[in-house]
Structures are given as C-alpha cells and as structure tokens.
C-alpha cells in the first residue's frame, strides 16, 4: 500500500521560507504526478502545485511571484529525489496567509488525474 | 481558471436519508470530476473520480453522475461515519480547482 509522509517545520517566521518533505513509501514515485495542497485552518483546499516523476512541474500562479534578478519567479518550488522516493516543497517569502495544513497527493492517470493517496498533512503555522 | 460551484454549503440530515450535492464547473470539463470526503483532523479521501467510477474500497452506497459543468454526488442512505465535508475537484486543466466544500451535520 502506498502512502504518504509530510515532515517539516511546523512553524516559520513571516518572510522567510517554507520547505516540507513528502516520503514515499510503498511504490515508486515512477509515472505519477506529485501533488501539494494547502488547507488554511477551516477553509477549503488549495492546489498549490505538481511535479511529474520526469521533473516537469506546474504551479498555482495566484500563490504569487516574487522578482529575481529582474524576472518573476513563482514563490513555489517543488522537486522530486526519485533515490529517496521524496518530493519538496519551498514556499519563499511567507506571510501568515500562508498558514495551513499542507498534504502532499499522489495523481495518477489510471484515476484521471484525481489525487488517489494523501499524506496525513502537516500544520504550518507562519508567526514570528 | 475553471471556477468549481458547490451546492449547498452545508446541509442537515439523517441517517438512512438519501443525500444529493451538486457541483457546478465555470467551463465543461467533460467528466474530469471527482469527489472527496474529509472528516474533520484528516486528509481528503478519494471516493469518485471521472464523474461516476467509484475508487476501490468505497461503498456502493456513493454514486456520482455528470458530465460538461453539471454534477452530482449522491448518498444514497447515510451513515454514521458519512457526516463529512465534500469537495468536488476537477481535473480537467493543469491547475486543479476544488469546490468550496459541503458539510453534511447530523440533523
């Protein structure tokens, strides 16, 4: 059975970055795509990207861009260490808006791109 | 972005009742739609994807049903372990989108 572990800090201070883990265990990262969604405390959910085992990735732009070196980049970076069966989560520049509890989702095609398996999520709480 | 409308908000109910919530996409996305249900403190759970096939190991008591912008998720006889949020979720664009939820309470 396939499943799913979100660790990382579970506070971070405002304008600094987020970085989380999701550990894979049970199967390959190999021909899924690999998701994070966000959760504010009681409010909806929020898809806030993906990376495919290949390492292409797509980002949710409305979490916003910051400038460097004269271009936008998104806040969002994700990246997958298929030695590890891990994918990464960098979130920069974070404002409390950013608090919630964040899962990573396993989408695969066999399900039409649902999100099949969930990590069990972990709260970040962004304070200083 | 495709803008994903649930209906209602929240509703009140009882067990054995037959339950109905609807979803409503901004654009068709063909049968891109699934459904999840979260208990409070957990992550969502898978229980329909591409409209109406119901994922492995959940009971026949959910069906879905739709296609293009309209759809449905029903219980057909609520249990006690169904009191839950609902989302509905679209998988038809690169960015997913997810309804604002159901809550299904105990009338």
């Known amino acids: 059975q396939v499943q799913l572990q979100e660790s990382g800090p579970g506070l971070v201070k405002p304008s600094e970055t987020l970085s989380l883990i999701c550990t894979v265990s049970g199967g390959s990262i190999s021909s899924y795509y690999w998701h994070w969604i966000r959760q504010p405390p009681g409010k909806g959910l929020e898809w806030i990207g993906h990376i495919y085992y290949s390492g292409d990735t797509h980002y949710n732009p409305s979490l916003g861009s910051t400038i460097y070196n004269t271009s936008l980049k998104s806040r969002v970076t994700i990246s997958a260490d298929s030695s590890k069966s891990q994918i990464s989560l960098k979130l920069t520049s974070v404002t409390a808006a950013d608090t919630a509890v964040y899962y990573c989702?396993?989408?695969?095609?066999?399900?039409?791109?649902?999100?099949?398996?969930w990590g069990q999520g972990t709260l970040v709480t962004v304070s200083s | 972005d495709i803008q994903m409308t649930q209906s209602p908000s929240s509703l009140s109910a009882s067990i054995g009742d037959r339950v109905t919530i609807t979803c409503r996409a901004s654009h068709s996305i063909s049968t891109f739609l699934n459904w999840y249900q979260q208990r409070p403190g957990k992550a969502p759970n898978l229980l329909i994807y591409d409209a109406s096939t119901l994922q492995s190991g959940v009971p026949s008591r959910f069906s879905g049903s739709g296609s293009g912008t309209d759809f449905t998720l029903t219980i057909s006889s609520l249990q006690p372990e169904d009191f839950a949020t609902y989302y509905c979720?679209?998988?038809?664009?690169?960015?997913?989108?997810f309804g604002q939820g159901t809550k299904v309470e105990v009338k």
């Open positions: 989702a396993r989408g695969g095609p066999l399900v039409k791109g649902a999100f099949d398996f």
């Open positions: 979720h679209q998988s038809y664009s690169t960015r997913g989108t």
